[in-house]
């Protein structure tokens, strides 16, 4: 089956830093979707972005699906940014969630 | 607040006993699913309702018994489940009747603890 991998798996920064989350996946997909879940366990979506571009606010996504990956850039980390970010695809009915990049945002 | 509207936020049960998670939303969405997550793992799909009907059992144990009574509700019916069976338990909708096709919108959870 198709596989989902993050990276990079955990990430520490300082308030302000800049960060980019990847994710590659092996086949081509229907779809992707990034999330996020904060510390209390609620899954946030952040884009739906199966090609091209996506900004919203100090995120933004780029998926390139002939080359197989997906990037979310986050600029100037805040604290409430903290928490695992996971990407999402979807190929034949199949929904393959990757096992996520842990962010930790330090005040 | 979400859209998608998880009850309970908490459950304990006993390994006997039978209870039911339920999730609704109101976006007019025609797909909706279960996922079950563990401690520090992503979510794992469980069951895909389309159209009021079961698509996708993602071969989950006969003590998990999904169950779609109109377009709106999901329910989960839980019996005589194991300690291993606790973990977080999401329900998620999206537009259209290829599940994933559409954007999924999760709830907040049920935290499931089998005791």
């Known amino acids: 089956g198709i596989q989902v991998e993050q990276s990079p798996p955990d990430l520490i920064l300082q308030e302000g830093a800049n960060s980019t989350l990847r994710c590659n996946f092996s086949d081509s997909v229907n779809n992707l979707q990034w999330f996020h879940q904060n510390p209390w366990g609620q899954l946030i979506n952040l884009f739906y972005?199966?090609?091209g571009t996506k900004q919203n606010g100090r995120l933004s996504a780029t998926t390139v699906a002939t080359e197989r990956y997906s990037l979310l850039y986050i600029s100037s980390s805040q604290t409430t940014d903290s928490g695992v970010y996971f990407c999402?695809?979807?190929?034949?009915?199949?929904?393959?969630f990757g096992k996520g990049t842990r962010l930790h945002i330090l005040p | 607040d979400t859209e998608v509207t998880q009850t309970p936020k908490h459950l304990v049960m006993g390994m006997t006993n039978k209870k039911s998670l339920k999730c609704e939303q109101h976006?007019?969405?025609?797909?909706m699913y279960w996922y079950k997550q563990k401690a520090k793992k992503p979510p794992e799909l469980m069951f895909v309702?389309?159209?009021?009907?079961?698509?996708i059992n993602e071969s989950v144990p006969s003590r998990f018994s999904p169950e779609c009574p109109n377009s709106s509700l999901l329910n989960l019916h839980l019996h005589a489940l194991q300690p291993e069976d606790s973990a977080l338990y999401l329900c998620a909708s999206s537009q259209g009747e290829v599940p994933g096709n559409q954007p999924q919108h999760f709830g907040d959870g049920t935290r499931l603890s089998i005791l």
């Open positions: 972005i199966p090609s």
């Open positions: 309702y389309s159209y009021e009907k079961l698509s």
């Open positions: 976006m007019g969405h025609r797909a």
């Open positions: 999402a695809v979807n190929r034949d009915d199949k929904i393959i």
